[in-house]
């Protein structure tokens, strides 16, 4: 059993919990479930697990809520490794963690995993560069980003290490639900390509300084390019790169509705709200921050 404990934030993951409780069996010696206060049986599933932990807390974004996490869940061992209730380990992760976690220095901090994309149950390979995200890290060296939308871990000391294998983000519900979550996304991603346009906070600057994962850091600069970019045409851009030049095309109907749902009609949705912000309120940064405040409830 590895040294590891795994933190999972939840709400209402009934239809995943049982699948991530059970890959994870054996291989770690705790997992907390910090839960936002479920109304569907997902606690009653936890509660069946041995060596697993249950915390409430109320939800106000995921850096807020993994980092609480880490503040009162009693977490005694050397490792912690972030996972959401959808995704979960492949074999050859389980096994790589085994074989390498017990002999890495004191100045390997962190691990980095590659991504395995399951969309509608097809595994999405093209059209995208593999995501690596950083994951794994000793208890007391990192924090998550506090930020609305595309939050990583960061650590606060030595460096991470590239493992080989896979985990998986598998979503199990249908897409009546995967839209409205990407709905509820659209403003905090708009939030964050404004402020990358008008350093509404001033952590453009400091982004460049994130000790995150190197892909993560890249695609973050990506991104501030993004942002200077033409509304709706950049959308529109992004998508022929993927389906087209990135080849997404040859992943079947899965795959143009994975492209064409999450590189293009999210983000003309995004574009749209960034679009009736500015008609709004124009560049004027305080009249842009009085603006989210009184129509989505945001705080910059």
């Known amino acids: 059993m590895l040294d590891l404990t795994v933190i999972i934030l939840t709400y209402n993951e009934e239809i995943h919990i049982k699948r991530c409780l059970n890959n994870l069996k054996g291989i770690v010696r705790d997992i907390f479930i910090v839960d936002s206060y479920s109304t569907d049986k997902t606690l009653e599933i936890a509660r069946k697990y041995p060596h697993v932990h249950i915390l409430q807390n109320r939800w106000i974004n995921y850096a ?56 509608l149950g097809r595994v999405i390979r093209r059209g995208m560069n593999q995501v690596r995200l950083l994951r794994l890290f000793r208890y007391g060296k990192a924090k ?63 982004d460049k300084q994130k000790n ?3 892909q993560a850091l890249e695609k973050r600069m990506k ?32 795959g143009f509705l994975w492209h064409f749902l999450q590189g293009w009609w999210y983000r003309t949705l995004v574009d749209a709200k960034i679009y009736e912000i500015k008609k709004s309120c124009g560049g004027d940064r305080q009249k842009i921050k009085a603006y989210l405040w009184e129509n989505y409830n945001i705080v910059l």
């Open 64 to 119: 807020t809520q993994f980092n609480w996490a880490l503040e009162h869940a009693q977490i005694k061992t050397e490792w912690v490794l972030r996972l959401d209730a959808d995704e979960y380990l492949t074999d050859e992760l389980k096994m790589e963690l085994e074989n390498k976690l017990p002999d890495f220095s004191e100045a390997v901090t962190g691990g980095v995993f590659p991504l395995r994309r399951v969309f």
């Open 144 to 206: 998550c980003e506090v930020r609305l939308m595309d939050e990583h871990i960061e650590l606060l000391e030595g460096h991470a290490v590239d493992f080989e294998n896979e985990f998986v983000d598998d979503n199990l519900n249908n897409l009546s639900w995967w839209t409205q979550k990407h709905v509820d996304y659209a403003i905090r991603e708009a939030v964050d390509l404004l402020d990358m346009e008008f350093d509404l906070t001033g952590a453009a600057e400091t």
């Open 212 to 214: 995150i994962s190197q």
């Open 223 to 254: 991104k501030h390019q993004y942002a200077r970019k033409p509304l709706f045409w950049r959308s529109f851009a992004y998508f022929v790169y993927r389906y087209f030049f990135k080849l997404g095309f040859l992943e079947g109907k899965e």
